[in-house]
T-cell receptor
């Protein structure tokens, strides 16, 4: 069985601060995919990133960066110079994939990020 | 609009009534997933369907809930004899193919907020 843990329920920062959202996953599969989604107050789910288990390279996209470490089963997400528009609930998710199987997502419980002026 | 379309956006039902939630996948996508998000919680997988076929319904409640994805038309999530505990946001996601490639990001609709009076 798969499990995703986001231990931080809620984080509050002041604009321009950096913030890291933690994600720890559990799976026995060697092939798996990790995702981050953003859910703003309007409620929709916005895809941010997908990473497969064979690619441990960190990734940077503008103010967003992701640190994937298989040794600690973590896939942490950092927002640099946070802005009020970053206020949302962020979900980490995991899917395991081998040919022919369903790739349902297992979500963490989410981290609510509040960025204030 | 090429995205995943869900309707209605909001649905209000009285206890005992039936709720029907519709999902049209992205163009070219033949795989549909339904997730439920209870208030203040993460998303939980319910069911995975292809056209005319249920692939994985391991997350579906045993009673009152059913899903279909007919050859023509949208996927339907049906809840019979709704109860207060069914109040949640129901999200649909779609992806193009099964297997390894199916771990492409699942594209989510904006969800249907179901409220039971």
């Amino acid at each position: 069985a798969q499990k995703v843990t986001q231990a931080q329920t809620e984080i509050s920062v002041v604009e321009k601060e950096d913030v890291t959202l933690d994600c720890v996953y559990e799976t026995r599969d060697t092939t798996y995919y990790l995702f981050w989604y953003k859910q703003p107050p309007s409620g929709e789910l916005v895809f941010l990133i997908r990473r497969n288990s064979f690619d441990e390279q960190n990734e940077i996209s503008g103010r967003y960066s992701w640190n994937f470490q298989k040794s600690t089963s973590s896939f942490n997400f950092t927002i640099t110079a946070s802005q009020v528009v970053d206020s949302a609930v962020y979900f980490c998710a995991l899917s395991v994939g081998t040919t022919g199987t369903a790739s349902k997502l297992t979500f963490g419980t989410g981290t609510r990020l509040q960025v204030t002026l | 609009n090429a995205g995943v379309m869900q309707n209605p956006r909001h649905l209000v039902r009285r206890r005992g009534q039936e709720a029907r939630l519709r999902c049209s996948p992205m163009k070219g996508h033949s795989h549909v997933y339904w997730y439920r998000q209870l208030p203040e919680e993460g998303l939980k997988f319910m069911v995975y369907l292809q056209k005319e076929n249920i692939i994985d319904e391991s997350g579906m409640p045993k009673e009152r809930f059913s899903a279909e994805f007919p050859k023509e038309g949208p996927s339907i999530l049906r809840i019979q004899q709704v109860v207060r505990g069914d109040s949640a946001a129901y999200f649909c996601a779609s992806s193009p193919v099964q297997g390894l490639l199916s771990n492409q990001p699942q594209h989510f609709g904006d969800g249907t907020r179901l409220s039971i009076l």
